[in-house]
């Protein structure tokens, strides 16, 4: 005896459905996973640059030059006078050989000074850059503490639309931003609804406590009405 055809249909209709919804997923999950690593990307790009410049540093700190000893000029004689007597004298060290030693002292000196403040303020530069990228709240926070805001569902443009304007410093897109809110919607952390052909979200919180507002009691007048048609819907 054969399979009714109808059946077979059926059951491959709903695999291809299946099948369909499976790879609708796997897209967004690669898209939620490729805007990670662009934020990683950024994250190590700052490392890096924070490493060249500790590595600039310590070149400066190794190649510092040493400041050179003086040596005195060697001293120089008189010819000997005509009266026959041998006396010598010294003479005095000219002004140039004497400030010498001072000059190449000031040099090192400052450049020690100028690489001692220098890092400090690379040190200073690289905890900001590092305390900004961490202190940045996540695209899932920022998105479940806007639905947790909102008293009407919201759809996936309208919360891009909302972070882009409340957070320009971050480039903010709206399929990253759809992706979110499916994972969301998939972890049970967000309410996924349609109104026609637009698919609104909101949170499980607004949710919760629209199921639970009871439905408005009918009139007196309206009630009265009800029991009379029921009643003569039982006498004929």
């Not at 010294?90 to 140039?96: F, G, I, L």
Request: net charge positive; hydrophobic share 30%.
């Amino acid at each position: 005896m054969t399979d009714n055809p109808v059946t077979i249909t059926s059951v491959t209709s709903q695999y291809a459905t299946q099948v369909a919804q499976d790879l609708k997923l796997n897209t967004k999950e690669q898209e939620r996973i490729g805007a990670e690593l662009s934020a990683l990307q950024a994250q190590l790009r700052i490392l890096q640059d924070d490493q060249s410049v500790l590595h600039s540093i310590q070149k400066t700190l190794g190649s510092r030059p040493a400041a050179a000893p003086s040596t005195p000029e060697p001293s120089t004689s008189l010819p000997q006078q005509a009266s026959g007597k041998n006396t010598t004298t010294r003479r005095a060290p000219s002004k140039t050989a004497a400030k010498a030693p001072s000059t190449k002292k000031t040099t090192a000196q400052a450049k020690k000074e100028k690489t001692q403040d220098a890092e400090p303020k690379a040190a200073t530069a690289s905890a900001s850059a590092s305390a900004s990228a961490s202190a940045q709240p996540t695209l899932i926070a920022l998105i479940r503490t806007h639905l947790d805001q909102q008293t009407a569902p919201r759809s996936a443009a309208e919360v891009t639309s909302a972070l882009a304007q409340t957070h320009p410093q971050r480039t903010i897109k709206s399929t990253v931003v759809r992706t979110t809110l499916e994972n969301l919607v998939a972890k049970s952390q967000a309410h996924r609804s349609k109104q026609g052909a637009s698919v609104l979200y909101t949170s499980v919180a607004m949710q919760t406590a629209t199921e639970k507002t009871p439905a408005p009691a009918l009139p007196q007048t309206e009630q009265d009405n009800s029991k009379h048609e029921k009643a003569g819907a039982v006498s004929s």
